[in-house]
């Protein structure tokens, strides 16, 4: 972590712009040092490196991550400005952080620049690749929860999420999201303009925040899979992936987390977020989970139940629908694992870097909430439905998949306000998400509404819970350290004050109302020009081999000559044996086969 101490004031600078390069000019306080000092500005938010003095060269301008720091460094250089206060502002006086550092200051500090500049580079690509980890968990879940003859196919699909995925980010989708060519943060807009196909990004920090950013999308993207399975066409598949990570998400992303989206909490000095606050949403229980969820509810009305899961061949309606067993347990809670594992990327990742105390401390408590929420989901939505159950039945049972969404659930529940809560109110974030779960699996089942794995009440209906959780659970002390502010806080706090709720509210009803515009349409047009669901005798015989040249599993036994071969053979050797159970039948069901 970086440390900072001793603080001196060195001197003003004026400060202008040379071909959409920021420089400095240091004056004569340190002229002792020779020379004109100027540093290239490595973007909003990152490590704001202008110089640094070393005992043999004096000053010396720094290019970071091009350029190595001096081997006998002493000092490093800050700039002043309001992107700086989660990186170096809680650590400077108290006169400095409300007045002049905002004024263009430079200030000089002791600091290990050389380990900092490792460590805040790595933090992000460490965590983005952990919130990238999340695809094989996605796809171990989902394999392990449709049948058999549909792996192969919904393998291939939570791949091309991947892959469609980085094509839409980086085409568009980034610059839709992110993208800010005049370099206007005053005024707010609908959507980015800059950096398209990335080709104006120039520097590590840069190329880092893509990356990270991109494992979000292609998480959001990979949350419909799941609840298509088994009755998808693929390439209309590889196209709603392109269409959600280029456009329909980055939109939303712009309008709360980048600086002048309209809803964004991220307004530093201008004062003018909306509802004097803005939308809190951490690390995207509404951006991420809820935009795939509420994807996956729309294409699930719209493409219609599997065959046989709610209507018999007739098309009449079933007294009881029929349930599909998953194929692989041990898939699904090796995928709920490598989920859980991976949210710890994107929980405490998204505070970016630890460049302080205090942003070791969001990080830490995000790490905190994560775990304790998921904790409570799984068993929540698992004794809840045991207990249902034995009210009912006068039996109780404990249902893994139960436990599997309900952790599920409380990871995202949690992940809005994983920063801004307390580890109790996570806990109870959690034992309300196994409740949502749960409520939300049974009603879609009486609308008729098929989602193979459950993602729609494990990411639509508790990525809505998230986000309402923030409104009333937002700890003042937690805020501030968070958000720099405490004038809006959680209801349950400031119970005069819903002003924090209201905002939450406003912004699930934007993302449903804009995936629902979006993504309606699209699924529509895919189902009319036949491009979306497959023909009733490929879904019926399993799209392993009506797509995809062949069933996922070799589950072909041996001969039966060969087997009564080898019973003859120890037969001569050794005399009239016994034939072992486990050689007499598989010698049975290989004549069976043969038969058939």
Not at 196 to 225: H, M, R, S
Request: glycine share 10%; charged share 15%.
């Amino acid at each position: 972590m970086t440390s900072v101490e001793d603080f001196t004031l060195v001197s003003h600078c004026e400060t202008v712009t040379l071909n959409n390069v920021a420089t400095c000019t240091l004056l004569d306080q340190v002229s002792a040092l020779e020379g004109t000092v100027a540093g290239l500005i490595d973007g909003v938010d990152t490590f704001f490196l202008l110089f640094a003095v070393s005992e043999t060269n004096g000053v010396c301008a720094l290019d970071w991550p091009r350029q190595g720091a001096p081997s006998d460094l002493i000092y490093v250089c800050i700039v002043g400005a309001r992107y700086l206060t989660g990186i170096v502002m809680s650590e400077l006086p108290e006169y400095l952080r409300k007045n002049e550092i905002l004024c263009g200051l430079l200030l000089v500090c002791k600091i290990d620049v050389r380990g900092a500049l490792l460590t805040l580079g790595y933090v992000g690509l460490s965590q983005g690749a952990c919130v990238f980890l999340m695809q094989s968990g996605f796809a171990m879940l989902c394999a392990g929860s449709v049948r058999q003859k549909n792996v192969k196919n919904i393998m291939l699909k939570n791949l091309l999420d991947a892959c469609g995925g980085a094509i839409g980010f980086w085409s568009i989708g980034f610059a839709l999201a992110y993208g800010d060519r005049d370099g206007d943060l005053v005024n707010k807009r609908f959507i980015g303009n800059d950096y398209f196909g990335l080709t104006d990004l120039k520097t590590g920090g840069e190329y880092i925040g893509w990356f990270f950013q991109f494992a979000f999308a292609a998480t959001a993207a990979t949350i419909v899979a799941g609840t298509v399975a088994e009755r998808c066409k693929m390439a209309a598949y590889l196209c709603y992936s392109v269409f959600l990570t280029g456009f329909v998400y980055p939109v939303v992303v712009h309008s709360i987390w980048a600086s002048d989206g309209f809803l964004t909490a991220f307004r530093g000095d201008f004062a003018d977020a909306f509802r004097d606050i803005g939308v809190v949403d951490f690390a995207g229980s509404g951006v991420v989970h809820m935009t795939g969820g509420a994807t996956a509810l729309m294409a699930a009305i719209i493409l219609g139940p599997r065959k046989g899961r709610f209507y018999d061949d007739d098309g009449n309606p079933l007294e009881t629908p029929v349930s599909f067993p998953p194929h692989s347990v041990a898939l699904q809670i090796l995928g709920t694992f490598i989920l859980w594992f991976g949210w710890y990327g994107f929980n405490p990742g998204s505070a970016l870097k630890i460049s302080n105390s205090d942003v070791a401390a969001v990080a830490g408590l995000c790490a905190v909430t994560t775990t304790i929420a998921a904790a409570a989901g799984c068993v929540s939505a698992m004794f809840t439905d045991s207990l249902i159950e034995c009210f009912k039945t006068g039996e109780t049972s404990y249902d893994l998949t139960m436990a599997m969404n309900g952790a599920l659930g409380g990871l995202v529940g949690i992940t809005a306000g994983t920063s801004v809560v307390t580890p109790w109110a996570a806990l109870v974030i959690g034992i309300i998400a196994g409740w949502v779960y749960y409520g939300f699996s049974k009603l879609l089942i009486m609308l008729k509404i098929d989602d193979a794995v459950d993602a729609i009440p494990v990411h639509f209906a508790n990525g809505m819970w998230g986000v309402i959780a923030v409104g009333l659970f937002a700890e003042p002390d937690r805020m501030l350290l968070a958000y720099s502010t405490d004038v809006h806080v959680g209801w349950f706090y400031n119970g005069s004050d819903a002003n924090l709720l209201l905002v939450q509210i406003c912004a699930i009803l934007w993302i449903i109302g804009w995936v629902t515009a979006t993504m309606v349409p699209f699924f529509i047009v895919l189902r009319a020009i036949g491009f979306f669901r497959v023909d009733p005798l490929e879904e019926e015989v399993g799209l392993d081999i009506s797509h995809h040249r062949g069933a996922a599993y070799d589950l072909t036994g041996p001969k039966q000559e060969d087997v009564e071969e080898l019973m003859e053979v120890r037969a001569s050797k050794h005399g009239k044996v016994e034939v072992p159970k486990e050689v007499a039948d598989a010698a049975d069901a290989a004549g069976e086969e043969e038969m058939a």
